[in-house]
């Protein structure tokens, strides 16, 4: 089974940005379709981005569209997540999650595999 930890989060400017890892152990990456996903405070989870086994296919939610980039190097076993203009309402905890179906990952809800998470902080 594959396990995943998460890094890269900090306290970070409005307007700034940061890259978020996701390492993964115990089982090669490229089997796996990943997503991030976030919790503000006081918000439920939401979806934030995915990207497929390969690489060939990626989803973003409306707030992370032209802000946020996906992608993967599966000889580093890792899915990085690329944020700019980084605003407030993007603090919360970053998880990123595994699956082997692509589409429950997109959709969300219950992936077989889940990291710890990372905090993002976005404030002045």
């Known amino acids: 089974q594959v396990q995943l930890v998460e890094s890269g989060g900090g306290l970070v400017l409005p307007g700034g940005s940061l890259r978020l890892s996701c390492a993964a152990s115990?089982?090669?990456?490229?089997?796996?379709?990943i997503g991030w996903f976030r919790q503000g405070p006081g918000k439920e989870r939401e979806g934030v981005s995915c990207?497929?086994?390969?690489?060939?296919?990626?989803y973003y939610a409306d707030s992370a569209k032209g802000r946020f980039t996906i992608s993967r190097d599966n000889a580093k076993n890792t899915v990085y997540l690329e944020m700019n203009g980084l605003k407030p309402e993007d603090t919360g905890v970053y998880f990123c999650?595994?699956?082997?179906?692509?589409?429950?990952?997109?959709?969300?809800?219950?992936?077989?595999?889940w990291g710890r998470g990372t905090l993002v902080t976005v404030s002045s």
């Open positions: 999650a595994a699956d082997r179906d692509y589409r429950k990952v997109v959709a969300g809800g219950y992936l077989e595999v």
């Open positions: 115990g089982s090669p990456l490229d089997c796996w379709a």
């Open positions: 990207i497929s086994s390969s690489g060939g296919n990626t």
